[in-house]
């Protein structure tokens, strides 16, 4: 069964760290490039961050530049997300996607929630 699954997300005080992982199964991802997108209640979903298949490229939306590094382990079959300093604008739930070519899969998504 093909499957992304998020984990790592969670309660964190502002200025304070989270990384998320994005796990793949029933595919390897090493052709696939992955990004994070994130939705906060009431807003629509949004690209945070992407690299692609290699590692050699990635780019992040201005909200998160120099507080968030996206990296990937194709051996572990795993993408993940390191955010710090992190804000309380950044509360939101945050899911991954895995695309090559025509083929797109998307995870269930891990709650994060900066607050005091």
């Known amino acids: 069964q093909v499957q992304l699954v998020e984990s790592g997300g969670g309660l964190v005080q502002p200025g304070g760290s989270l990384k998320l992982s994005c796990t793949a199964s029933g595919f390897r991802i090493t052709t696939y490039a992955v990004s994070w997108h994130r939705q906060a209640p009431g807003k629509e979903r949004e690209l945070v961050a992407f690299?692609?298949?290699?590692?050699?490229?990635?780019n992040y939306a201005d909200s998160v530049k120099g507080r968030f590094t996206i990296s990937r382990d194709n051996a572990a079959n795993t993408a993940y997300l390191q955010m710090n300093s992190l804000k309380v604008d950044d509360t939101a739930v945050y899911f991954c996607s895995a695309k090559y070519m025509w083929r797109a899969y998307w995870g269930q998504g891990t709650q994060v929630t900066v607050s005091s």
């Open positions: 690299i692609s298949s290699s590692g050699g490229d990635t």
